[in-house]
């Protein structure tokens, strides 16, 4: 097959491209004085250390952030897959959903 060849190259490419475009990104960081701000004083300097004011509502917000999409997504994972069918006249796939209907009119 040759799809997963033009899936390789596309990923070679990007990291070809990302990983020198980051190392400039860096470089340029700690090179220049006048980018060493809050962010990179945070980021570098004392990552592990916090210096504004959570609140137990900023919690809560963050918190739903990450359950959210964790129970919208977790179904396949566990195995219960919805059965979806795709439908070429619209080009999205749709819920299987079977009619049963009662034939003892």
């Given amino acids: 097959m040759v799809f997963p060849q033009i899936i390789a190259a596309f990923h070679a490419l990007f990291d070809a491209i990302g ?41 809560a917000v963050i918190a739903l952030i990450w359950v959210i999409p964790i129970a919208l997504s977790i179904d396949p ?9 795709y439908n070429p006249e619209v080009f999205f796939c749709q819920h299987g959903w079977t009619v049963q209907s009662d034939s003892s009119g």
């Fill in 19 to 59: 990983l020198p475009g980051n190392l400039l990104v860096i470089i340029t960081i700690v090179v220049e004085t006048r980018f060493h701000v809050m962010r990179y004083v945070a980021i570098v300097k004392s990552p592990l250390t916090y210096h504004g004011t959570i609140t137990k509502c900023r919690m």
């Fill in 77 to 85: 994972f566990l195995g219960w897959e919805k059965p979806y069918v």
